[in-house]
């Protein structure tokens, strides 16, 4: 069995699981906030708190932007080519009419909302150590919640965060790294 085909089969064993099983209202909650917190609520923190902080907040903000630009780029070129359904679309057991979801493309891999999550979460550990694990930890929330969701299977999840980690080190590096 070739490495795909067996991401694939990991893919359905976990959908089958989550289909089975019952989340609890507290972590269904959590799972809704975080999913709504990636939908654009920080590019919109972001902007808001630009004009409020230092020269340095505002380069890192800035260098956040550009990584969350580049990985959307990214993101609709590799979505474009690859065309992988949603787990929701394909699976009738998931309900998410409970999140009134909208989305902004059909496709599945990989997961734009943990793409951006982790180049922004990357740009703001690197350039504040002390806040990298609470920073970390929301961007790995929004990741989960559209695997719990039934938005995405969790190979697309991986693959996104995986991406917006390098593409987040990759602009800290070039942007900030002398500061």
């Known amino acids: 069995m070739s490495v795909l085909a067996q991401v694939l089969a990991s893919d359905d064993r976990l959908l089958d699981r989550l289909l089975g099983w019952r989340t609890p209202r507290w972590l269904r909650l959590w799972m809704v906030a975080a999913t709504r917190l990636g939908d654009g609520w920080l590019f919109a923190a972001g902007a808001l708190a630009y ?75 690197l350039s504040f150590p002390v806040a990298a694990a609470p920073v970390l930890a929301i961007a790995a929330s929004v990741a989960a919640s559209r695997v719990v969701l039934g938005l995405h299977w969790l190979s697309d999840v991986v693959a996104g965060a995986l991406g917006g980690l390098l593409i987040g080190s990759l602009v800290w590096a070039v942007l900030l790294r002398s500061l």
Not at 58 to 83: D, E, Q
Request: aromatic share 10%.
């Open 51 to 125: 004009p409020l902080v230092d020269d340095h907040g505002r380069r890192v903000i800035g260098a956040a932007f550009v990584a969350a630009a580049i990985a959307s780029a990214l993101l609709v070129c590799v979505k474009r080519r690859v065309r992988r359904p949603r787990p929701c679309e394909r699976t009738p057991g998931f309900d998410v009419a409970s999140i009134a979801w909208f989305p902004s493309d059909r496709f599945s891999f990989p997961s734009g909302h943990a793409l951006n999550a982790f180049a922004l979460a990357t740009v703001f550990a």
